[in-house]
């Protein structure tokens, strides 16, 4: 892993998960972009005051950035640099995404009330719906710590499993336990993986220490939350898969109840990643 993006709009959940983010490209020698979309706010109307162009704006953050950017050098010794653009955040994160060769992206979550949640959401779940990558979610007041056990959650389908192989990386790089984990709505459903899957698993998991774990929950993300209490994972790994505009409107989506919701941080893995992702731990 070479290049791992944060994104930041300068808040207390962003600090945190760019120290979070410091820390994870420190352990895996990797550089780090720090990213700001700035709002340009656009009116028709007369206004007392001037309102900022976007070369003032753009000036502005890249001051601030690199103003950041040299504070972590110094604590961290580790690579840094920049960049800033125009919202929308989702849209600027994928531009640079693919321009800068990243494999990975790392954003906050602050706490929301659950009528926030449902009306508004945030900028951090709106990407983890609309984006091509994969992307690490830290909960404002969750320090960084090394990925001892990180919990997948899987429904263990052979279409979706070649998204395991940034997993595997992130563990083999820590020494890390893999803990697969199949929530099912009855327990009459089969408890035990496929030998076909074993074998893929094999292959993407290479030399990982790793394991099965099997519940029983009609409501998925309750069930994870649970295994979360059981299991004290350092990393939670969800596939989310689409969702049509009811799921999301009405939060169903398993990995934004989670995102909003678990205490832990949160990797979201698209199904299908870009092509371009590289990822090297040495």
């Given amino acids: 892993m070479e290049t791992i993006l944060v994104a930041t709009d300068y808040s207390a959940a962003a600090?945190?998960?760019?120290?979070?983010?410091?820390?994870?490209?420190?352990?895996?020698?990797a550089r780090l972009v720090l990213c700001h979309a700035y709002y340009m706010m656009v009116t028709h109307m007369e206004v007392p005051k001037e309102l900022p162009g976007e070369n003032e704006l753009k000036a502005e953050n890249i001051a601030r950035l690199r103003k950041l950017a040299d504070e972590i050098i110094k604590n961290y010794g580790i690579e840094v640099t920049h960049i800033t653009g125009p919202m929308p955040a989702s849209d600027f994160l994928l531009?640079?995404?693919?321009?800068?060769?990243?494999?990975?992206?790392?954003?906050?979550?602050?706490?929301?009330?659950?009528?926030?949640?449902?009306?508004?959401?945030?900028?951090?779940s709106s990407v983890i719906n609309e984006a091509a990558f994969p992307v690490i979610v830290v909960p404002e007041n969750r320090p960084y710590s090394p990925l001892s056990k990180i919990l997948v959650a899987t429904d263990l389908q052979l279409h979706k499993i070649k998204s395991l192989a940034l997993i595997g990386q992130l563990a083999q790089a820590y020494q890390g336990h893999v803990q697969l984990l199949h929530i099912a709505e009855s327990s009459l459903e089969?408890?035990?993986?496929?030998?076909?899957?074993t074998a893929e698993l094999e292959n993407l998991l290479p030399n990982c220490s790793r394991e099965y774990v099997f519940y029983t929950h009609?409501?998925?993300?309750?069930?994870?939350?649970?295994?979360?209490?059981?299991?004290?994972?350092?990393?939670?790994?969800?596939?989310?898969?689409?969702h049509d505009f009811w799921d999301i409107a009405l939060n169903k989506s398993n990995t934004?109840?989670?995102?909003?919701?678990?205490?832990?941080p949160l990797l979201a893995i698209?199904?299908?990643?870009?092509?371009?992702?590289?990822?090297?731990?040495?």
């Fill in 15 to 29: 600090t945190n998960a760019i120290a979070y983010a410091a820390n994870l490209a420190r352990h895996l020698k």
């Fill in 95 to 124: 531009t640079t995404f693919y321009q800068t060769k990243a494999s990975l992206v790392v954003m906050g979550m602050r706490e929301l009330s659950k009528l926030d949640q449902w009306l508004f959401g945030s900028t951090t």
């Fill in 190 to 197: 089969k408890t035990s993986p496929a030998e076909s899957l």
């Fill in 218 to 242: 009609k409501d998925i993300a309750a069930g994870i939350k649970q295994a979360i209490t059981d299991y004290t994972p350092d990393l939670l790994v969800m596939l989310p898969q689409q």
């Fill in 256 to 264: 934004r109840k989670l995102a909003f919701q678990s205490s832990i």
């Fill in 270 to 282: 698209p199904a299908s990643t870009t092509s371009h992702l590289d990822y090297k731990t040495d």
